[in-house]
């Protein structure tokens, strides 16, 4: 399958990469992007449409946790000096099941590497009309209680005109090294409860109390998705960058990020040996013509 799965019914394509387990893009059948296209060159999970955070999401600030009298650490695994965004972008799954509108790709971490963590990952992606379907599990395959979290991290194409909606009830402010500062009400130009344009300032925040639904309208493509997510994803990271304006990314996450530094493991899902996390999200296209 050349480092590849292919899926298009009479709605919707994407293409979902084995480096990293990451959609490249997704497009409806006449050719309207709902999802950031990668682009032309090398394969960059950083220029993806979507990939998977496990076995935790975004950042651990100072890279380790304790529990149990234990101290457990992790390693860097980019440039940055903070383990970031897991273990599965990074990595290389396999294909275990495959169709025209379906595939399930899974990998095993055998011992511990960058994260302490030992687990096997399962993401599946499914077609079904206008709707796309994005489902992930974890299960602990050490031999200790250990924190999981996961999420997505999807790129939403960004035009002038974009109305977005995310509805919450709380933000935690950005502090120096793209990390989490302090939880506090969200401030009027950033609050999503109803559709509207993005503030033209830099958006890196984690959104919580956030109901799992979303609206995102393409006014020029006359185009909206609208995104679903299990309880599970109870909060979502916001990243909409001053230095690029072609993309916004909303990330569906079980867990507020740095929440091992902030709050301790019990912040994320204890997981036994042989436990599963899971959960699921979903983005469904529509035409919007009479949006003004």
């Known amino acids: 399958m050349q480092?590849?799965?292919?899926?298009?019914?009479?709605?919707?394509?994407?293409?979902?990469?084995?480096?990293?387990?990451?959609?490249?893009?997704?497009?409806?059948?006449?050719?309207r992007p709902f999802l950031?296209?990668?682009?032309?060159?090398?394969?960059?999970?950083?220029?993806?449409?979507?990939?998977p955070l496990v076995p935790v999401g975004n950042r651990v600030e100072g890279n380790g946790f304790e529990l149990g009298g234990r101290s457990y650490r992790f390693k860097p695994n980019t440039a940055e000096p903070n383990y970031i965004h897991g273990d599965g972008w990074l990595a290389e799954w396999n294909i275990e099941?495959?169709?025209?509108?379906?595939?399930?790709?899974?990998?095993?971490?055998?011992?511990?590497?960058?994260?302490p963590h030992v687990y096997r990952a399962v993401q599946a992606v499914t077609l079904d009309g206008p709707t796309?379907?994005?489902?992930?599990?974890?299960?602990?395959?050490?031999?200790?209680?250990?924190?999981f979290g996961i999420g997505f991290h999807p790129y939403f194409p960004r035009t002038e005109d974009t109305r977005f909606m995310a509805p919450a009830t709380a933000w935690w402010t950005e502090r120096e090294g793209c990390l989490p500062g302090v939880r506090?009400?969200?401030?009027?130009?950033?609050?999503?409860?109803?559709?509207?344009?993005?503030?033209?300032?830099?958006?890196?925040?984690?959104?919580?109390?956030?109901?799992?639904?979303?609206?995102?309208?393409?006014?020029?493509?006359?185009?909206?998705?609208?995104?679903?997510?299990?309880?599970?994803?109870?909060?979502y990271m916001l990243y909409a960058p001053v230095d690029d304006r072609s993309f916004i990314c909303l990330e569906p996450m079980s867990h507020t990020?740095?929440?091992?530094?902030?709050?301790?493991?019990?912040?994320?899902?204890?997981?036994?040996?042989?436990?599963?996390?899971?959960?699921v999200f979903s983005i469904t296209v529509s035409d919007c013509e009479d949006f003004q």
Do not use: Y
């Open 36 to 51: 950031r296209r990668h682009g032309d060159g090398a394969f960059d999970v950083l220029r993806s449409a979507c990939f």
């Open 97 to 115: 099941d495959a169709s025209a509108t379906h595939a399930q790709l899974a990998f095993k971490q055998l011992r511990p590497a960058k994260s």
């Open 184 to 235: 506090t009400p969200i401030p009027d130009n950033a609050d999503f409860a109803t559709l509207r344009r993005l503030p033209r300032r830099r958006l890196n925040n984690c959104f919580e109390g956030w109901n799992g639904q979303a609206r995102i309208i393409w006014p020029e493509m006359k185009l909206a998705a609208d995104i679903a997510a299990d309880a599970l994803f109870s909060r």
């Open 132 to 147: 796309v379907t994005l489902g992930l599990a974890v299960t602990n395959l050490g031999s200790e209680t250990l924190p």
């Open 257 to 279: 990020p740095n929440a091992l530094a902030l709050a301790g493991p019990e912040a994320l899902h204890l997981l036994a040996p042989d436990e599963t996390l899971s959960g």
């Open 3 to 31: 480092g590849f799965v292919e899926l298009e019914n009479d709605r919707l394509s994407l293409r979902v990469r084995l480096k990293g387990g990451a959609v490249v893009d997704g497009q409806t059948s006449d050719g």
